[in-house]
């Protein structure tokens, strides 16, 4: 069954640095998502985006934040200037138009 | 915002045993989703809702959409030690894209 996949799985970085989380969607999926668990909670929103544009965004979403969709098949969440408080599981997700969302396995981003 | 409670925050139960476990909201939605969550991993969709007072099965799990689309709740029957994980319910209003509005989670545990 074909599935979202993200890279890396763990991702440690200092405070003050860039990241960058990439995630492959589903292929024939044109809906993509960020969301973000810190550890314990519950999944929360961050961005949707479709056909080359953000769809609607969170209140976390600040200019911290960006996506992008690089090429036909990546799909890209940079966070710039990191802060201890983005550590947090990230999982990208991708749908069909009207179809439940598929999450990828996330990566655990640690932030020293 | 919105809000999705879920409950019981946590259960331990002999294997075996049928489980119950609910969501309610404080705005209603259009599709409600039940998504299972191991360690380490991303969530997994379970069933998906579309209509109030629609019932869906799915193996040994059945779930309903609430009919005042407030509210769902999901059943499992006969727990096995692989049903062991958080379970989450999503509310998602219509139209294509939208964001999923995550719940507090059940931490589910079962003694074999």
């Known amino acids: 069954e074909p599935e979202v996949t993200q890279t890396p799985s763990h991702q440690v970085t200092q405070m003050g640095q860039e990241v960058i989380l990439r995630c492959v969607p589903i292929?024939?999926?044109?809906?993509f998502y960020w969301y973000r668990q810190i550890l314990g909670q519950k999944v929360e929103f961050l961005v949707s985006?479709?056909?080359?544009?953000?769809?609607?965004k969170s209140e976390i979403f600040d200019d911290q934040f960006s996506v992008e969709r690089p090429d036909g098949s990546n799909f890209t969440l940079k966070i710039r200037s990191t802060k201890l408080e983005d550590s947090a599981m990230y999982f990208c997700a991708s749908s069909q138009a009207n179809q439940p969302q598929h999450f990828g396995d996330g990566t655990r981003l640690s932030i020293l | 915002g919105q809000q999705l409670n879920q409950s019981p925050q946590s259960m331990f139960i002999q294997e075996g045993e049928d489980v119950s476990m609910n969501c309610t909201s404080s705005s209603i939605f259009n599709t409600w989703l039940w998504y299972k969550q191991d360690p380490g991993e991303g969530p997994v969709l379970l069933i998906a809702l579309y209509k109030a007072g629609e019932l869906t099965s799915n193996g040994r799990l059945t779930a309903q959409f609430g009919i005042t689309r407030k509210d769902s709740f999901l059943n499992i029957s006969a727990s096995i030690p692989s049903d062991v994980g958080i379970y989450f319910c999503?509310?998602?209003?219509?139209?294509?894209?939208?964001?999923?509005?995550f719940g507090t989670g059940t931490i589910l545990r079962v003694k074999s």
């Open positions: 985006f479709y056909n080359n544009e953000i769809s609607e």
């Open positions: 292929s024939n999926h044109l809906y």
């Open positions: 999503a509310g998602q209003l219509g139209g294509y894209g939208n964001k999923l509005v």
